[in-house]
């Protein structure tokens, strides 16, 4: 199978920072190809998969300009910054940045939800995570949030694809989740799409988000997943994930509301405290940067 004559689109996370939001919303753009599976993990745990079952997830692409992986944790893994940067010299990378402390905290609950977690200070001191097929030799990626793995990541990034890299603040998508859409478009080339009319400001993936299950274990199984992909058409397999992804939604709208422990949380402050302030002096002149450190032209207001 030959590489596909498309340009490449990858969101490479960071784990936590709205890229199941992204999935949901950029599906819909009509110059965007996105598969069934959202997180492809195709440069990171499947790497040795190959190519060629890479490109299996984009065989239905028509007319569209991008394809797009979005997998969260290429944000932990050096490896697949290289990887990226390897496949293609035309490829496009967006990043959102949170606040460090925030991201080990919220992940840290995430995963609580599928495995039994050790003491949040054991886990940011180094943790293993599953991030490709269990029988692959790069399946796992053992690394230490403690140690500035997220924000050594990104700086790899940037050197690696500079004006080809855009990076959001986080705390701007939870103010705007529009604007930041729209800078997506910008920064890619694509004819615009979204208007505040056409899209789902809808919170799917937060840690008090409603828990299905049944449906959960479904859409991880890889030989479902694969069968749908192949099996049905492209709009029917968008608005299966669709109606799953709002199905997931908080009762209430409070996906930032503190769910941990006082100790937790005075714990990640304290050992995150330098890369906070390091992530905070990043966005302090403009909330969408490029990866040379310059701020992305955009006319709207960042409000």
Known sequence: MTKNKNKLFVIAGMPRSGTTFMYHNLQKHPQLFLPFRKEIGYFGGNYERGERWFQK???????????????????LNQEAVHRIKDYSDDVFVVLGIRKPSEVALSLYYQLSFSEKMPPFK???N???????????????????????????TMKIYQKSFTDQLLLYDYELFKKNTFIVLTAIEIFLGVDPYFTRDNYDDIIINANNRNTLPYTEVLIRNEILVSLIGKMLPRNIVHLIRAYFDKARQPVERAAYKPIYSEEEFACANELFSEQDAEYQSMFSDSKLILGSGYPFGFKQKYS
């Open 57 to 75: 997830h984009f065989q239905k692409i028509k007319t569209e300009k991008y394809y797009v992986d979005i997998t969260p944790d290429y944000a």
């Open 126 to 152: 180094r943790y293993t995570f599953l991030i490709g097929w269990k029988k692959l030799k790069g399946a796992y990626l053992s690394v230490s949030l403690k140690e500035g793995v997220l924000l050594e």
């Open 122 to 124: 054991d886990f940011v």
